[in-house]
Protein backbone atom coordinates (compact mmCIF):
# COMPACT_ATOMS: atom_id res chain seq x y z
CA UNK A 1 0.00 0.00 0.00
CA UNK A 2 0.87 3.93 -0.45
CA UNK A 3 3.41 4.72 1.88
CA UNK A 4 4.51 8.58 1.28
CA UNK A 5 7.87 9.36 3.00
CA UNK A 6 8.26 12.41 1.08
CA UNK A 7 5.15 13.24 2.04
CA UNK A 8 5.67 15.73 4.96
CA UNK A 9 3.25 18.51 4.82
CA UNK A 10 6.14 21.09 6.30
CA UNK A 11 4.71 24.48 6.05
CA UNK A 12 7.91 25.95 5.77
CA UNK A 13 9.21 23.93 3.16
CA UNK A 14 5.73 24.11 1.17
CA UNK A 15 6.56 27.80 1.24
CA UNK A 16 10.24 27.66 -0.42
CA UNK A 17 9.32 25.05 -2.82
CA UNK A 18 5.41 25.11 -3.53
CA UNK A 19 3.92 21.29 -5.04
CA UNK A 20 7.77 20.33 -5.95
CA UNK A 21 8.52 18.02 -2.98
CA UNK A 22 5.34 16.80 -1.75
CA UNK A 23 3.57 13.69 -1.75
CA UNK A 24 -0.08 14.59 -2.70
CA UNK A 25 -1.21 10.89 -2.72
CA UNK A 26 -3.28 10.24 0.07
CA UNK A 27 -1.85 7.26 1.61
CA UNK A 28 -3.91 3.68 3.07
CA UNK A 29 -5.88 4.72 5.91
CA UNK A 30 -6.89 8.59 7.05
CA UNK A 31 -9.39 10.22 9.27
CA UNK A 32 -11.30 13.30 8.25
CA UNK A 33 -11.33 15.61 11.47
CA UNK A 34 -13.66 18.56 12.12
CA UNK A 35 -12.78 21.20 14.18
CA UNK A 36 -15.82 24.10 13.88
CA UNK A 37 -13.96 26.48 15.96
CA UNK A 38 -10.55 25.76 15.40
CA UNK A 39 -9.32 24.99 18.88
CA UNK A 40 -8.94 21.61 18.68
CA UNK A 41 -6.28 20.14 16.23
CA UNK A 42 -3.63 19.45 18.13
CA UNK A 43 -5.95 17.22 20.19
CA UNK A 44 -7.34 15.71 17.36
CA UNK A 45 -3.43 15.51 15.93
CA UNK A 46 -2.57 13.63 19.04
CA UNK A 47 -5.54 10.83 18.28
CA UNK A 48 -3.55 10.37 15.25
CA UNK A 49 -0.28 9.83 17.62
CA UNK A 50 -2.01 7.36 19.91
CA UNK A 51 -2.30 5.39 16.71
CA UNK A 52 1.02 5.83 15.33
CA UNK A 53 2.47 4.56 18.81
CA UNK A 54 -0.12 1.56 18.13
CA UNK A 55 1.28 0.79 14.97
CA UNK A 56 -0.97 2.06 12.65
CA UNK A 57 -0.50 5.03 10.35
CA UNK A 58 -3.60 7.36 10.56
CA UNK A 59 -3.38 10.17 8.71
CA UNK A 60 -5.28 13.27 10.02
CA UNK A 61 -7.66 15.19 7.07
CA UNK A 62 -9.37 18.54 8.86
CA UNK A 63 -12.42 18.82 6.61
CA UNK A 64 -15.06 21.72 6.97
CA UNK A 65 -17.35 22.61 4.57
CA UNK A 66 -18.63 25.48 2.74
CA UNK A 67 -22.21 25.25 5.15
CA UNK A 68 -20.23 24.82 8.21
CA UNK A 69 -17.90 28.29 7.65
CA UNK A 70 -21.10 30.34 6.32
CA UNK A 71 -23.09 29.12 9.85
CA UNK A 72 -19.91 30.21 11.62
CA UNK A 73 -18.50 33.17 10.36
CA UNK A 74 -15.20 31.29 9.42
CA UNK A 75 -12.59 31.15 6.37
CA UNK A 76 -10.89 28.04 5.19
CA UNK A 77 -7.76 30.05 6.17
CA UNK A 78 -8.07 29.98 10.11
CA UNK A 79 -8.63 26.05 9.43
CA UNK A 80 -5.32 25.88 8.14
CA UNK A 81 -3.40 27.86 9.96
CA UNK A 82 -4.47 25.97 13.20
CA UNK A 83 -3.57 22.19 11.47
CA UNK A 84 -0.03 23.82 10.29
CA UNK A 85 0.38 24.60 13.94
CA UNK A 86 -0.97 21.35 15.58
CA UNK A 87 2.07 19.56 13.00
CA UNK A 88 4.57 21.93 14.09
CA UNK A 89 3.82 22.22 17.86
CA UNK A 90 3.56 17.86 17.92
CA UNK A 91 6.66 17.94 15.76
CA UNK A 92 3.96 15.30 13.12
CA UNK A 93 5.90 14.00 10.71
CA UNK A 94 3.27 12.46 8.23
CA UNK A 95 1.50 14.08 5.76
CA UNK A 96 -1.86 15.70 6.73
CA UNK A 97 -4.57 17.56 4.50
CA UNK A 98 -6.74 20.02 4.46
CA UNK A 99 -10.21 19.04 2.76
CA UNK A 100 -12.72 21.94 0.97
CA UNK A 101 -15.42 19.84 2.02
CA UNK A 102 -18.78 19.39 -0.47
CA UNK A 103 -17.76 21.91 -2.77
CA UNK A 104 -18.46 23.37 -5.97
CA UNK A 105 -17.89 25.87 -8.70
CA UNK A 106 -19.88 28.31 -7.08
CA UNK A 107 -18.31 28.33 -3.29
CA UNK A 108 -14.55 26.62 -3.97
CA UNK A 109 -12.99 30.13 -4.20
CA UNK A 110 -11.99 30.51 -0.89
CA UNK A 111 -10.67 26.97 -0.34
CA UNK A 112 -8.49 27.42 -2.98
CA UNK A 113 -5.10 28.53 -1.74
CA UNK A 114 -5.50 27.06 1.52
CA UNK A 115 -6.60 23.50 0.51
CA UNK A 116 -5.17 20.45 -0.62
CA UNK A 117 -7.86 18.12 -0.76
CA UNK A 118 -11.33 18.75 -2.54
CA UNK A 119 -14.47 17.40 -1.78
CA UNK A 120 -16.28 17.80 -5.25
CA UNK A 121 -20.08 17.24 -4.64
CA UNK A 122 -22.37 17.02 -7.28
CA UNK A 123 -25.24 15.38 -5.82
CA UNK A 124 -27.33 17.85 -6.92
CA UNK A 125 -27.07 16.66 -10.84
CA UNK A 126 -27.74 12.84 -9.53
CA UNK A 127 -30.87 11.94 -11.81
CA UNK A 128 -30.62 15.35 -14.36
CA UNK A 129 -30.48 13.68 -17.52
CA UNK A 130 -27.01 14.14 -19.44
CA UNK A 131 -27.28 14.64 -23.46
CA UNK A 132 -28.62 11.77 -25.30
CA UNK A 133 -25.04 12.08 -27.29
CA UNK A 134 -23.19 11.33 -24.07
CA UNK A 135 -25.35 8.64 -22.79
CA UNK A 136 -24.89 7.28 -26.62
CA UNK A 137 -20.98 7.93 -26.61
CA UNK A 138 -20.60 5.98 -22.75
CA UNK A 139 -22.47 3.25 -23.79
CA UNK A 140 -20.78 2.77 -27.24
CA UNK A 141 -17.15 3.09 -25.09
CA UNK A 142 -18.28 0.95 -22.48
CA UNK A 143 -19.47 -2.83 -24.22
CA UNK A 144 -17.28 -3.99 -21.60
CA UNK A 145 -20.52 -2.98 -18.69
CA UNK A 146 -23.31 -4.76 -20.67
CA UNK A 147 -24.12 -8.54 -20.03
CA UNK A 148 -22.76 -11.23 -17.81
CA UNK A 149 -20.72 -8.11 -15.56
CA UNK A 150 -17.81 -10.46 -13.51
CA UNK A 151 -16.23 -8.00 -10.82
CA UNK A 152 -13.16 -10.46 -8.82
CA UNK A 153 -14.23 -10.95 -5.33
CA UNK A 154 -17.76 -10.84 -5.64
CA UNK A 155 -19.50 -14.37 -6.10
CA UNK A 156 -22.72 -13.43 -9.00
CA UNK A 157 -21.72 -11.53 -12.21
CA UNK A 158 -24.02 -8.81 -12.38
CA UNK A 159 -26.23 -9.55 -14.98
CA UNK A 160 -27.16 -6.06 -17.01
CA UNK A 161 -28.51 -5.41 -20.80
CA UNK A 162 -28.03 -1.64 -22.51
CA UNK A 163 -31.20 -0.54 -21.51
CA UNK A 164 -30.11 -0.70 -17.90
CA UNK A 165 -26.48 1.07 -18.02
CA UNK A 166 -28.18 3.40 -19.67
CA UNK A 167 -30.80 4.38 -16.96
CA UNK A 168 -27.52 4.64 -15.08
CA UNK A 169 -25.79 6.78 -17.31
CA UNK A 170 -28.75 8.86 -17.62
CA UNK A 171 -28.83 9.20 -13.76
CA UNK A 172 -25.20 9.92 -13.04
CA UNK A 173 -23.70 11.09 -16.12
CA UNK A 174 -24.38 14.85 -15.81
CA UNK A 175 -22.87 14.62 -12.17
CA UNK A 176 -19.70 12.74 -13.31
CA UNK A 177 -19.31 15.23 -16.29
CA UNK A 178 -20.11 18.03 -13.88
CA UNK A 179 -17.64 16.58 -11.60
CA UNK A 180 -14.97 16.55 -14.08
CA UNK A 181 -15.78 20.42 -14.95
CA UNK A 182 -14.68 21.00 -11.53
CA UNK A 183 -11.78 18.91 -11.07
CA UNK A 184 -10.26 20.67 -14.55
CA UNK A 185 -10.91 24.14 -13.34
CA UNK A 186 -9.01 22.86 -9.76
CA UNK A 187 -6.60 21.58 -12.03
CA UNK A 188 -6.06 24.99 -13.88
CA UNK A 189 -5.77 26.93 -10.85
CA UNK A 190 -3.64 24.90 -8.07
CA UNK A 191 -1.67 22.95 -10.52
CA UNK A 192 -2.66 18.98 -11.06
CA UNK A 193 -1.33 16.28 -8.79
CA UNK A 194 -1.27 18.97 -6.16
CA UNK A 195 -3.94 18.24 -4.48
CA UNK A 196 -6.20 15.09 -3.77
CA UNK A 197 -9.79 14.93 -5.35
CA UNK A 198 -12.71 13.18 -4.04
CA UNK A 199 -16.15 13.12 -5.62
CA UNK A 200 -19.35 12.86 -3.04
CA UNK A 201 -22.36 11.41 -3.79
CA UNK A 202 -23.82 10.77 -0.42
CA UNK A 203 -26.27 13.72 0.02
CA UNK A 204 -28.58 12.09 -2.11
CA UNK A 205 -32.04 10.18 -2.03
CA UNK A 206 -30.68 6.73 -2.87
CA UNK A 207 -27.82 4.51 -2.16
CA UNK A 208 -26.00 3.65 -5.10
CA UNK A 209 -25.53 -0.20 -5.74
CA UNK A 210 -22.27 -1.48 -6.44
CA UNK A 211 -22.61 -2.03 -9.98
CA UNK A 212 -23.98 1.51 -10.18
CA UNK A 213 -20.70 2.48 -8.47
CA UNK A 214 -18.77 0.69 -11.04
CA UNK A 215 -20.02 2.60 -13.67
CA UNK A 216 -19.45 6.13 -12.11
CA UNK A 217 -16.32 4.83 -11.95
CA UNK A 218 -15.79 4.20 -15.38
CA UNK A 219 -17.68 7.79 -16.19
CA UNK A 220 -15.34 9.50 -14.22
CA UNK A 221 -12.14 7.99 -15.71
CA UNK A 222 -13.69 8.99 -18.74
CA UNK A 223 -13.64 12.22 -17.61
CA UNK A 224 -10.03 11.96 -16.23
CA UNK A 225 -10.43 12.65 -13.04
CA UNK A 226 -7.75 11.12 -11.13
CA UNK A 227 -9.74 10.63 -8.03
CA UNK A 228 -8.29 8.92 -4.97
CA UNK A 229 -11.63 8.73 -3.05
CA UNK A 230 -15.21 8.28 -3.51
CA UNK A 231 -18.00 9.24 -1.44
CA UNK A 232 -21.21 6.92 -2.22
CA UNK A 233 -24.43 6.94 -0.62
CA UNK A 234 -24.71 3.62 1.55
CA UNK A 235 -27.96 2.04 2.80
CA UNK A 236 -29.08 2.82 5.96
CA UNK A 237 -29.81 6.01 7.68
CA UNK A 238 -26.30 7.93 8.77
CA UNK A 239 -27.88 10.68 10.92
CA UNK A 240 -25.78 13.44 12.56
CA UNK A 241 -24.13 12.67 15.51
CA UNK A 242 -25.94 9.11 16.61
CA UNK A 243 -25.41 5.30 15.44
CA UNK A 244 -25.92 4.06 11.96
CA UNK A 245 -29.48 2.62 11.64
CA UNK A 246 -30.16 0.05 9.03
CA UNK A 247 -29.19 -3.80 8.06
CA UNK A 248 -25.44 -4.27 9.30
CA UNK A 249 -25.48 -7.34 7.20
CA UNK A 250 -26.68 -5.59 4.02
CA UNK A 251 -24.09 -2.77 5.09
CA UNK A 252 -21.24 -5.21 5.57
CA UNK A 253 -22.27 -6.83 1.58
CA UNK A 254 -22.41 -3.72 0.49
CA UNK A 255 -18.86 -2.57 1.62
CA UNK A 256 -17.47 -5.46 0.15
CA UNK A 257 -18.66 -5.19 -3.35
CA UNK A 258 -17.66 -1.82 -3.45
CA UNK A 259 -14.06 -2.69 -2.54
CA UNK A 260 -14.37 -5.00 -5.30
CA UNK A 261 -16.01 -2.53 -7.62
CA UNK A 262 -13.06 -0.01 -7.30
CA UNK A 263 -10.69 -2.65 -6.84
CA UNK A 264 -11.57 -3.31 -10.72
CA UNK A 265 -12.56 0.02 -11.70
CA UNK A 266 -8.66 0.81 -10.85
CA UNK A 267 -7.52 -2.11 -12.87
CA UNK A 268 -9.75 -1.79 -15.75
CA UNK A 269 -10.05 2.25 -16.43
CA UNK A 270 -6.28 2.60 -14.48
CA UNK A 271 -7.73 4.98 -11.82
CA UNK A 272 -5.25 5.87 -9.02
CA UNK A 273 -4.04 2.73 -7.35
CA UNK A 274 -5.15 4.05 -3.51
CA UNK A 275 -8.43 5.10 -4.81
CA UNK A 276 -10.33 4.36 -1.83
CA UNK A 277 -14.13 4.67 -0.17
CA UNK A 278 -14.75 7.78 1.66
CA UNK A 279 -17.62 7.23 4.60
CA UNK A 280 -18.87 10.33 5.02
CA UNK A 281 -20.00 9.24 8.82
CA UNK A 282 -21.75 12.10 9.70
CA UNK A 283 -20.34 11.17 13.14
CA UNK A 284 -20.09 8.01 15.04
CA UNK A 285 -21.15 5.32 13.07
CA UNK A 286 -20.27 2.74 16.09
CA UNK A 287 -21.80 -0.15 15.02
CA UNK A 288 -20.72 -0.26 11.31
CA UNK A 289 -16.61 -0.03 12.65
CA UNK A 290 -16.49 -3.98 12.91
CA UNK A 291 -17.48 -4.74 9.73
CA UNK A 292 -15.74 -1.63 7.55
CA UNK A 293 -12.32 -3.42 9.88
CA UNK A 294 -12.52 -6.84 8.59
CA UNK A 295 -13.74 -5.35 4.80
CA UNK A 296 -10.22 -3.57 5.12
CA UNK A 297 -8.06 -6.58 6.89
CA UNK A 298 -9.89 -8.94 4.20
CA UNK A 299 -8.80 -7.49 1.33
CA UNK A 300 -5.78 -5.11 2.27
CA UNK A 301 -7.21 -1.65 0.84
CA UNK A 302 -7.81 1.70 2.56
CA UNK A 303 -10.52 3.88 4.14
CA UNK A 304 -10.71 7.51 4.35
CA UNK A 305 -13.59 7.68 7.27
CA UNK A 306 -15.09 11.19 7.79
CA UNK A 307 -16.35 12.02 11.52
CA UNK A 308 -16.26 15.94 12.20
CA UNK A 309 -19.00 17.14 13.96
CA UNK A 310 -18.06 14.69 16.89
CA UNK A 311 -15.01 16.95 18.16
CA UNK A 312 -17.42 20.15 18.61
CA UNK A 313 -19.91 17.67 20.82
CA UNK A 314 -16.34 16.63 22.89
CA UNK A 315 -15.89 20.36 23.42
CA UNK A 316 -19.42 20.93 24.67
CA UNK A 317 -18.80 17.62 27.10
CA UNK A 318 -15.76 18.90 28.04
CA UNK A 319 -17.00 22.51 28.86
CA UNK A 320 -19.77 20.52 30.78
CA UNK A 321 -17.34 18.66 32.63
CA UNK A 322 -15.23 21.35 33.82
CA UNK A 323 -18.21 23.09 35.83
CA UNK A 324 -18.33 26.26 36.83
CA UNK A 325 -18.51 28.66 33.40
CA UNK A 326 -17.89 26.06 31.16
CA UNK A 327 -21.14 24.40 32.84
CA UNK A 328 -22.99 27.42 32.22
CA UNK A 329 -21.86 27.82 28.90
CA UNK A 330 -22.68 24.55 28.25
CA UNK A 331 -26.14 25.30 29.32
CA UNK A 332 -26.58 28.08 27.60
CA UNK A 333 -25.89 26.48 24.19
CA UNK A 334 -28.79 24.07 24.82
CA UNK A 335 -30.88 26.60 26.16
CA UNK A 336 -30.43 28.66 22.63
CA UNK A 337 -30.51 25.57 20.57
CA UNK A 338 -34.10 24.43 22.06
CA UNK A 339 -35.16 27.86 21.56
CA UNK A 340 -33.92 28.03 18.29
CA UNK A 341 -34.88 24.07 17.39
CA UNK A 342 -36.75 24.89 14.25
CA UNK A 343 -33.68 26.92 12.05
CA UNK A 344 -31.21 24.75 13.42
CA UNK A 345 -32.38 21.59 12.04
CA UNK A 346 -33.66 23.06 9.39
CA UNK A 347 -30.49 22.61 7.23
CA UNK A 348 -30.28 19.14 8.49
CA UNK A 349 -33.87 17.89 8.25
CA UNK A 350 -33.04 14.90 6.29
CA UNK A 351 -30.13 13.35 8.28
CA UNK A 352 -31.83 13.99 11.93
CA UNK A 353 -34.17 12.07 13.85
CA UNK A 354 -35.00 14.22 16.74
CA UNK A 355 -37.65 12.91 18.75
CA UNK A 356 -39.25 16.34 20.48
CA UNK A 357 -40.81 14.43 23.48
CA UNK A 358 -37.25 13.64 24.35
CA UNK A 359 -36.03 16.98 25.07
CA UNK A 360 -35.66 17.95 28.37
CA UNK A 361 -36.92 21.70 29.30
CA UNK A 362 -33.83 24.30 29.76
CA UNK A 363 -35.23 24.96 33.02
CA UNK A 364 -34.56 21.12 33.73
CA UNK A 365 -31.25 21.25 32.22
CA UNK A 366 -30.28 24.34 33.71
CA UNK A 367 -30.39 22.60 36.98
CA UNK A 368 -28.10 19.50 36.13
CA UNK A 369 -24.99 18.61 37.23
CA UNK A 370 -21.51 18.28 34.98
CA UNK A 371 -22.44 14.13 35.02
CA UNK A 372 -25.77 14.85 34.16
CA UNK A 373 -25.14 16.89 31.14
CA UNK A 374 -22.25 14.52 30.07
CA UNK A 375 -23.57 11.50 30.79
CA UNK A 376 -27.05 12.62 28.38
CA UNK A 377 -24.40 14.08 25.82
CA UNK A 378 -21.89 11.40 25.49
CA UNK A 379 -22.31 8.67 23.12
CA UNK A 380 -22.31 5.89 24.93
CA UNK A 381 -25.05 3.41 23.96
CA UNK A 382 -25.11 1.21 27.17
CA UNK A 383 -25.40 4.41 29.44
CA UNK A 384 -29.21 4.70 30.40
CA UNK A 385 -28.97 8.66 30.82
CA UNK A 386 -27.87 9.06 27.07
CA UNK A 387 -29.89 10.71 25.20
CA UNK A 388 -29.50 10.82 21.34
CA UNK A 389 -32.35 13.75 20.62
CA UNK A 390 -30.60 15.67 23.17
CA UNK A 391 -27.25 14.76 21.56
CA UNK A 392 -28.96 15.55 17.61
CA UNK A 393 -29.92 18.44 18.30
CA UNK A 394 -26.79 19.92 20.37
CA UNK A 395 -24.46 18.57 16.70
CA UNK A 396 -26.84 21.09 14.92
CA UNK A 397 -26.30 23.36 17.27
CA UNK A 398 -22.53 25.03 16.68
CA UNK A 399 -24.48 27.68 15.01
CA UNK A 400 -25.30 28.83 18.64
CA UNK A 401 -22.04 28.78 20.44
CA UNK A 402 -20.81 30.60 16.88
CA UNK A 403 -23.11 33.46 18.02
CA UNK A 404 -21.90 33.55 21.28
CA UNK A 405 -18.33 34.81 19.82
CA UNK A 406 -15.25 35.80 22.21
CA UNK A 407 -17.70 34.26 25.13
CA UNK A 408 -17.35 30.52 23.45
CA UNK A 409 -13.77 30.66 22.62
CA UNK A 410 -12.66 32.23 25.61
CA UNK A 411 -14.56 29.24 27.34
CA UNK A 412 -12.74 26.75 24.81
CA UNK A 413 -9.20 28.06 26.21
CA UNK A 414 -9.57 28.29 30.36
CA UNK A 415 -11.24 24.76 30.04
CA UNK A 416 -8.32 23.27 26.98
CA UNK A 417 -6.84 20.91 29.33
CA UNK A 418 -10.25 19.02 30.32
CA UNK A 419 -11.72 19.41 26.65
CA UNK A 420 -8.64 18.27 24.56
CA UNK A 421 -8.71 15.22 26.97
CA UNK A 422 -12.48 14.57 25.61
CA UNK A 423 -11.09 15.17 22.23
CA UNK A 424 -8.42 12.78 21.95
CA UNK A 425 -9.95 10.45 24.15
CA UNK A 426 -13.07 10.12 21.78
CA UNK A 427 -11.56 10.32 18.64
CA UNK A 428 -8.80 7.28 19.78
CA UNK A 429 -10.92 4.68 21.34
CA UNK A 430 -14.32 5.22 19.93
CA UNK A 431 -13.35 5.64 15.94
CA UNK A 432 -9.85 4.63 15.56
CA UNK A 433 -9.49 1.51 17.76
CA UNK A 434 -12.38 -0.25 16.30
CA UNK A 435 -11.56 1.31 12.53
CA UNK A 436 -8.16 1.08 12.10
CA UNK A 437 -6.85 -1.47 15.08
CA UNK A 438 -10.05 -3.56 15.05
CA UNK A 439 -9.96 -3.04 19.13
ZN1 LIG B 1 -20.76 14.23 3.06
Known sequence: MLKSSSGVHDPAAMEAQPHVSINFDLPRFSLGVGDRFAHQAAAQLAACQLALEQGVEVIPVWNKSNREHTIIGSDPSQTRAAADAAVRDLAWQLPYFLDADHINLKTVGRFLAPCDFFT????????????????????????????????????????????????????????????????????????????????????????????????????????KIPIQTIAPKFTGRFNKGVDYVGDL???????????????????????????????????????????????????????????????????????????WDGLAVAKEIYAEAFAHAADLTKPYATVIDIDSAQLPSPVL????????????????????????????LLHVGFKVAATLGDRYLRALETHRAVIAKNVTTNLFERHIRPVFLGQ
Open 120 to 223: IDVADLIGQPASPASVDSFLGRHAELIGDVRIPGIEQPFRTDAEQVRRVANTFLAAVEEAGTIYRALAERKGAGSFVPEISMDETDRPQTPIELLIILAAVADE
Open 365 to 392: VNAWSSDQYTRALRHNQSDPAYNPSFRQ
Open 249 to 323: TQFAREFEEDLAAIAFAVQTYGLPANLKLSVHSGSDKFSIYPAIYRALTRTGTGVHLKTAGTTWLEEVIGLAEAG
